[in-house]
């Protein structure tokens, strides 16, 4: 080293030093006076402020957990309900269905009754002058009840005016019978009901 650089480096030491002892001491200073200043500073944590605030937010936590526990107790509940309000949709649906199959059934005999009760009046026969295949049906005929003495039928050729007599009776009493064809006139007066055998 040449040995007029040597106070410029001794210079720059001692600034160093220098320097290294400010901050020491700035840094003592700082500490010290933190340490005062915090024994004279109060707490805010003890502050009439923060414990009244501190109450209130233990007491929302208190309330929150409170309804969050309700929640869970009526989460519970409408779960079972719902469980419950399914099971009785799908025992409703079933009644319904057998309900609607009750009514069908219903419906089918009501429509068998209706058909039978038309095919017996159609094969019915009461007192009047009726056209075979036209008005009635041909077929063998019985009284439904015995006759009285007054009782009279007739058959006869259509169109004749019941000129032309095929068949005629005056029973007197029994349950007589008749069979008819297409082509003739049934005639009975005070004979009552004849009904298809």
């Known amino acids: ?21 400010w901050l020491a001491a700035a840094g003592v200073v700082l500490l010290a006076g933190g340490a005062v200043g915090g024994h004279f500073l109060t707490d805010p944590t003890r502050s009439e402020e923060y ?8 007491q929302r936590q208190s309330m929150l957990e409170k309804s969050q ?7 519970e509940d ?3 309900l719902s469980s419950g309000i399914y099971a009785r949709e799908l025992k409703v649906g079933e009644r319904e269905e057998a309900a609607a199959k009750a009514e069908a059934d219903v419906e ?10 038309k095919q017996k009046a159609a094969d019915t026969i009461s007192d009047g002058t009726w056209t075979v295949g036209t008005n009635v049906s041909p077929g063998t005929y019985t009284t439904a009840a015995d006759v009285g003495s007054s009782c009279y039928w007739g058959i006869y050729r259509s169109g004749s005016n019941g000129d032309d007599i095929l068949q005629n009776d005056l029973p007197g009493g029994g349950r007589p019978t008749v069979t008819l064809s297409e082509g003739q006139d049934f005639k009975s007066s005070r004979c009552g009901k004849w009904e298809k055998q």
Do not use: G
Not at 3 to 17: E, G, I, N, S, T
């Open 1 to 21: 080293m040449n040995p007029a650089d040597k106070p410029l480096v001794d210079r720059q030491v001692a600034k160093r030093k220098a320097a290294r002892i």
């Open 51 to 58: 414990i009244a605030l501190s109450e209130e937010s233990a």
């Open 69 to 75: 526990d309700d929640y869970s107790v009526m989460k």
């Open 78 to 80: 409408y779960n079972k």
């Open 108 to 117: 089918k005999r009501e429509s068998a009754v209706t058909a039978a009760e």
